[in-house]
């Protein structure tokens, strides 16, 4: 499903100076998989995230997405692969402020141009999925960080996506809340069959995931298999 080869991002910092944040990365990701990207801040995970997930291009080598060449597509390409295969949860949820929870999960169909009915229904059923049906026409400042994850990972199932890119979905949350959240990724992995790819900083949230892949100073150092899984 996922295939990296040689990926390698560079940022221009002035001539002749090129930063380099990833040194030549290779990683395959089959589809159902529940994998983790671990390491110290500044190894590159987000950089390195936001490359799979299509929202940055790395500066040299080869990434296979379903069979498509993402490094050659053109932007219009990728915003209709990005919109329809991927979608995003991230620690500071970016919920839309003074609107409901219902209407933030249905933006992304609105982008999509489904039809206003349709939106609707699938919005709640959703919510309804994450355990929000009684809170969806609160906005966003009436729910706790718990609830407005749980309307995140909502809002990033709207398209129907294969593979689902968190970056650090408990890290603004307590144990136990942070707890419910891991237990429906779990749940949207193994029932749904959603690729999923975390990126977290820690280790006992990777242990829950069936392989972990270890970044150090934007090189892998280390993949471990969790589990039996593949």
């Known amino acids: 499903m996922i295939q990296l080869e ?40 987000t950089t390195f995230m936001n490359i799979i997930g299509i929202l940055d291009r790395a500066t040299y080598g080869t990434y296979l997405l379903d069979g498509i060449d993402v490094t050659q597509a053109k932007d219009r390409e990728l915003s209709k692969i990005r919109n329809e295969k991927i979608g995003f949860v991230f620690q500071t949820y970016n919920l839309i402020a003074r609107t409901n929870a219902l209407k933030n999960v249905e933006l992304p169909m609105l982008y999509a141009g489904v039809a206003k009915k349709e939106r609707m229904e699938r919005a709640k059923e959703l919510l309804t999925l994450v355990g929000m049906e009684n809170r969806m026409y609160h906005t966003s400042d009436e729910l706790s960080g718990g609830q407005k994850q749980r309307v995140a990972i909502a809002r990033a199932l709207a398209n129907n996506p294969s593979i689902l890119l968190a970056d650090e979905p408990t890290g603004a949350l307590d144990s136990e809340t942070g707890r419910k959240v891991m237990d429906l990724f779990q749940e949207l992995n193994r029932e749904k069959g959603i690729t999923i790819i975390l990126i977290t900083h820690s280790t006992e949230l990777a242990e829950e995931t069936g392989r972990i892949i270890t970044l150090k100073d934007g090189r892998i150092i280390k993949e471990h298999n969790l589990r039996g899984k593949e």
Do not use: C, M, T, W
């Not at 529940?34 to 590159?44: L, R, T």
């Open 6 to 45: 040689a990926i390698k991002k560079q940022f221009y910092i002035g001539q002749p100076n090129q930063l380099e944040i990833l040194h030549g990365i290779d990683l395959q990701v089959k589809r159902g998989e529940f994998v983790s990207i671990v390491g110290a801040s500044g190894s590159g995970k």
